[in-house]
C-alpha cells in the first residue's frame, strides 16, 4: 500500500489530499517504480537484501574469469 499525499497551505491546513487508490494505472506504476526499484518497498530489511544480491551478481562475472583463467 502506498502512501497517500497531502499538500499544505503556509498557515498548515490541508490543501490538497491526493489517494493513491484514485490515481490512474500509470501513475501508481510511476510511483512504486523507485521505491520498487531501490528496495525501499519494504524497509530497511529489503535495502539490505537488495544490496547482498547486487552483490553477488556484480561478482559473478569475476569470479567466472578468475575461474576460467585457472583453467587455461
Not at 519494504?42 to 567466472?64: C, D, E, Q, R
Request: aromatic share 12%; glycine share 6%; hydrophobic share 50%.
Amino acid at each position: 500500500m502506498m502512501p497517500n499525499t497531502l499538500a499544505f497551505s503556509e498557515s498548515g491546513a490541508v490543501r490538497e489530499v491526493t489517494r493513491f487508490d484514485n490515481l490512474p494505472l500509470h501513475e501508481q506504476f510511476k510511483r512504486v517504480a523507485k521505491p520498487l526499484h531501490t528496495g525501499e518497498i519494504m524497509g530497511f530489511a529489503s535495502i539490505l537484501v537488495y544490496f547482498i544480491v547486487s552483490l553477488i551478481a556484480a561478482s559473478l562475472p569475476i569470479t567466472g574469469f578468475l575461474i576460467w583463467w585457472k583453467k587455461r
